[in-house]
């Protein structure tokens, strides 16, 4: 079976496939895997009007809680974090928001902005030595000595990149808790996707029902963002199952390297 995206038609299977293969990947880091869809939507689909952003939260919206919950089923979440995440990211998605909507219309211009962003996760990624795995119970034990007053300012940043991008902000914020605030990828994973699953409801939200300038279509494409939810609810759960029997730093360069490409890619092509 076959529907429309962006006047493509596309095999049901594709959005399944996709999101399961970035979900798996993506929740062992605390990462819903929407960083990656983008390009994915932009550049395979040729989706790239603001709703595509919209999208990309129904995919964290229906696809998150798989990870989550088996974070929290096996005692790997710090409840405390995560609540401090969503808290400070949810006044930056507004700002976000209204940037997507009236200065990153032009296609071009966004994907050279997607660029940057991925460029600069990925080195920030390649650049961090992350500690290695343990169980994850050790590591939980260890966020009790994170602050509360540097998660607030990053958490307001990331929001207003998540919120023009697409994201809840789990994909910036577990590489700067980990590199800033020295804390084990282990232990940020689950607190990271639990932000996100917040601030993507209320980004999803914020483009289905704020008022959009003129003849700007924000509302998301509901059909395709469940067909991503669906195969990220899946991908998720087998992820964050996964992770505590995989390298972390295998996974963090592998993810890396496909960021840089991608987003170097969309640099150079705006550039030329």
């Given at each position: 079976?076959?529907?429309?995206?962006?006047?493509?038609?596309?095999?049901?299977?594709?959005?399944?496939?996709?999101?399961?293969?970035?979900?798996?990947?993506?929740?062992?880091?605390?990462?819903?895997?929407?960083?990656?869809?983008?390009?994915?939507?932009?550049?395979?689909?040729?989706?790239?009007?603001?709703?595509?952003?919209?999208?990309?939260?129904?995919?964290?919206?229906?696809?998150?809680?798989?990870?989550?919950?088996?974070?929290?089923?096996?005692?790997?979440?710090?409840?405390?974090?995560?609540?401090?995440?969503?808290?400070?990211?949810?006044?930056?998605?507004?700002?976000?928001?209204?940037?997507?909507?009236?200065?990153?219309?032009?296609?071009?211009?966004?994907?050279?902005?997607?660029?940057?962003?991925?460029?600069?996760?990925?080195?920030?990624?390649?650049?961090?030595?992350?500690?290695?795995?343990?169980?994850?119970?050790?590591?939980?034990?260890?966020?009790?000595?994170?602050?509360?007053?540097?998660?607030?300012?990053?958490?307001?940043?990331?929001?207003?990149?998540?919120?023009?991008?697409?994201?809840?902000?789990?994909?910036?914020?577990?590489?700067?808790?980990?590199?800033?605030?020295?804390?084990?990828?282990?232990?940020?994973?689950?607190?990271?996707?639990?932000?996100t699953l917040v601030t993507s409801v209320a980004g999803v939200a914020m483009y289905q029902f704020?008022?959009?300038?003129?003849?700007?279509?924000?509302?998301?494409?509901?059909?395709?963002?469940?067909?991503?939810?669906?195969?990220?609810?899946?991908?998720?759960?087998?992820?964050?199952?996964?992770?505590?029997f995989v390298r972390q730093r295998v996974l963090e360069v592998g993810m890396a390297v496909v960021?840089?490409?991608?987003?170097?890619?969309?640099?150079?092509?705006?550039?030329?």
């Open positions: 079976m076959f529907f429309d995206v962006a006047g493509i038609h596309v095999p049901l299977w594709v959005p399944l496939l996709a999101a399961f293969v970035v979900s798996f990947f993506g929740s062992m880091v605390g990462v819903s895997g929407g960083i990656l869809l983008l390009p994915f939507q932009m550049s395979v689909l040729n989706y790239v009007t603001p709703s595509v952003s919209a999208t990309n939260l129904v995919f964290n919206v229906i696809a998150i809680p798989g990870g989550v919950w088996r974070y929290a089923r096996e005692k790997r979440m710090d409840w405390r974090l995560a609540g401090m995440i969503a808290v400070g990211t949810l006044p930056g998605l507004v700002i976000g928001w209204w940037l997507r909507v009236n200065w990153l219309l032009d296609p071009r211009l966004f994907k050279f902005f997607v660029g940057l962003v991925l460029v600069w996760l990925g080195s920030r990624l390649l650049r961090t030595r992350y500690p290695q795995p343990t169980t994850g119970k050790d590591d939980i034990r260890r966020t009790c000595e994170w602050k509360i007053m540097p998660v607030l300012p990053f958490s307001v940043a990331i929001g207003v990149i998540g919120g023009a991008y697409g994201l809840g902000g789990g994909a910036f914020m577990a590489p700067l808790l980990v590199a800033l605030l020295g804390l084990p990828i282990h232990a940020v994973a689950g607190a990271t996707l639990f932000g704020l008022p959009p300038p003129a003849g700007v279509e924000t509302r998301p494409d509901w059909l395709l963002g469940g067909l991503f939810g669906i195969g990220g609810l899946l991908g998720m759960y087998v992820g964050a199952r996964t992770q505590k960021l840089v490409v991608l987003g170097g890619g969309y640099v150079v092509r705006f550039i030329l």
